[in-house]
């Protein structure tokens, strides 16, 4: 069953330099439970596309395509209807969270009032509640770091608490923006088993710039670029057996892979270049590619890519 | 011969007034670096792996120990003798961002370094000449020397940061965790580069990182750091075989689990 699918998605921003096309003409589906991982590198346009399945673009974004949400467009909605679905049906787990977190309010505040204005609770059931779920998060002494502020928690332990908000109205959707960014080794690997768990059963869009990473949780991955999927997939298929030059790029230049760079930087989101947006980047580009704005083109064995080379 | 060599060297840092509670974070370590070897420094995060790197340069006082920079004992020189050693030590900081000046463009930074006349005074035409060159190395574009550091990418301010330790071209560089900030692809390009602007100098290198397949892509040696003490070193030729259930990247150990 299909509970997320984005039609034609196209989200842009005009600014004195130009319209930034950040999503562009995306088509991409989720099912239920299943955890989708969003790779790319910083400026792709993920967090966007992260953003605008929540609503909470920048108001001056022009977001066309449809965003259906077990069917219901998510673009259509009311603020409130749509305010009533966020953190109890889908919620976010924002990056940064050193910044996401409220500094002059207790992090057990934070959590209690999500679950009070879904749950209509009182506030010291709530508080309980999200004492409760600290523990559940496996963070030490629940009772006192519930009564902490953030800056008195570590890195890991502010991550725990921003996973504790999203999962606090068990919400079925969870999109996760580079939960792990910032995180040492040693955090990050209990991080990403924390996230495995506790996103059994629901599904999720985790947004990262690691393939090993979106491997370790993910069942699929896609592969965005320049505003625009490249690739998706089964996420072992993808890591085994990469069918677009970028997405083969992108593992070699895992350290576990010969940190073999890809050459180039990344194009404006203003200024694209011509025909597949890769072309400048790529070792194998032909005349053709320089031309031709290659399409999406489903394999039909749950794959899909797009490169006139592949296809 | 060594370059650089530890001699028991210890850092504690001390808290509380009157019940004193010491961390040990560095806790009597000894080793060598030879000219132009790059020593990688494995270790997870509170291991003492950055008050090592720290103390090498002096950046930090050493509780105890000596550190010995081309046969100088830096731990017993004063801090004029310190400042004319200065420049053949540099460091690469984990957050680009934060160790430019904000306020600076691009070219004054890199020019910096040149304007001290560490290498005879240049001229102004000189210093611009020379701007050109070193952005040229490492990968960036004179349309970029105009900009201020919040105006680039991670990436692009790394490469400026290499721009200006290449500008007083030291003998010694410590790298702490030079690409924990960037994209995967950025960081290969950038380990890419700091390991090329190596070989073509000759520099010595102390090698920080969490990472061990990055510092076997990177050293001639790896040291492994737990609890303020050094563990275990490793040579090229035993790389591969390398413990890998114990430190290892976080994907692995996902992955294994």
Known sequence: MRLLELVDLTVSFPTVDGVVRAVDHVHLSIDNVERMGLIGETGCGKTVLGMSI????????????????????????????????????????????????????????????????????????????????????????????????????????????LITMALACNPTFIIADEPTKGLDSKTKSQILRLMRTVTAGRSMLMITHDLGVARSICDRIAVMYAGELLEWGPSEEIMDDPLHPYTRGLINSLPSHGLEAIPGTSPSLINLPSGCRFHPRCRLATKTCKNIHPDMIDLGNGRAVRCILCT | MYLIEAINLKKYFSSG???????????????????????????????????????????????????????????????????????????????????LNPRMKIAESIAEPLKLGLNGRLSREQIRERVLELIDIVGLNPEHLNRYPYQLSGGQNQRVVLARILAVNPDFVVADEPTASLDVSVQAQILNLIKQVKSEHGTTMLFISHDVDILKHMCDRIAVMERGRIVGVHERTDFADFPVSKHDSAQKVVVES
């Open chain 1, 54 to 161: 929540i609503r909470l673009l920048h108001p001056s974004a022009r977001v066309g395509g449809r965003i259906l949400y077990r069917g219901r467009d998510l673009l259509e909605i009311s603020a409130r209807d749509m305010q009533r679905l966020r953190g109890k049906e889908i919620a976010l787990i924002p990056q940064n969270p050193t910044t996401s977190l409220n500094p002059v309010l207790r992090v057990g505040d934070q959590i209690a009032e999500v679950i009070q204005l879904h749950h209509g609770m009182s506030k010291t059931e709530a508080w309980r509640l999200a004492v409760n779920m600290l523990g559940e998060m496996r963070i030490p002494d629940p009772e006192r770091r519930a009564r902490q502020y953030p800056h008195e928690l570590s890195g890991g332990m502010r991550e725990r608490v």
């Open chain 2, 17 to 99: 007034i009157i019940k004193k509670h010491y961390t040990k974070a560095v806790d009597g370590v000894s080793f060598y670096i030879e000219q132009g070897e790059t020593l990688g420094l494995l270790g997870d995060s509170g291991s003492g792996k950055t008050t090592l790197g720290r103390l090498l340069l002096r950046l930090i006082e050493p509780t105890e120990g000596r550190i010995l920079f081309d046969g100088i004992d830096i731990t017993a020189i004063n801090r004029r003798e310190l400042r004319r050693i200065r420049p053949r030590m540099q460091m690469i900081f984990q957050d680009p961002e934060s160790s």
